[in-house]
């Protein structure tokens, strides 16, 4: 991370993922915390692609701002109205202790630790890489992946069908 802009939008990027995440946990609207949430996971896709890991990023994109969240929704949307809110508890302050000593940890750590950099330059590439990977060396074990899927797409299918 040399270039100025890539390490200016890595730092936006993580303030803007920080940012949602925490109004996440603030929010007392359900359906707001779960565009919160979103946002959270776009701006992990974001720090990825930064980091030149585009595949990873794709699939965060994909899988959790896509099919994830959209499973939220659909799980909020269809539950019963009397619970949408994000009431209080007893366990709020206990929480609230055990997540600033978890932050406090976490700074220390990122503080006193004598980072390294590595010698190499970044990915040109990773996308073409894996997919070399999955489709020569390691075909048997994604094809047998494959087929457990839609193995388990099959069960579910036959679990909830009215017969």
């Not at 949602?20 to 959270?40: D, G, Q, T, Y």
């Not at 959790?64 to 539950?79: D, E, K, N, R």
């Not at 932050?103 to 750590?109: E, H, L, P, R, S």
Request: aromatic share 8%; charged share 10%.
């Amino acid at each position: 991370m040399d270039d100025l802009g890539v390490v200016i939008a890595f730092w936006a990027l993580a303030a803007m993922t920080i940012g949602a995440a925490a109004m996440l946990i603030l929010v007392r609207n359900l359906m707001h915390a779960i565009l919160f949430l979103i946002l959270s996971f776009v701006g992990v896709a974001g720090l990825y692609i930064t980091l030149s890991a585009d595949f990873v990023a794709v699939a965060q994109v994909l899988i959790y701002a896509g099919a994830i969240s959209v499973l939220m929704i659909f799980a909020v949307m269809l539950t019963p109205l009397s619970e949408r809110d994000n009431s209080g508890n007893f366990l709020q302050l206990p929480a609230l202790v055990l997540s600033g000593l978890v932050i406090a940890g976490v700074t220390f750590v990122a503080l006193e630790t004598e980072w390294r950099e590595a010698g190499r330059g970044s990915f040109d590439t990773t996308a073409a890489e894996i997919g070399e990977a999955l489709l020569s060396p390691f075909v048997l074990p994604f094809e047998i992946a494959s087929v457990l899927l839609v193995a388990a797409m099959i069960g579910a299918i036959v679990i909830v069908r009215d017969d």
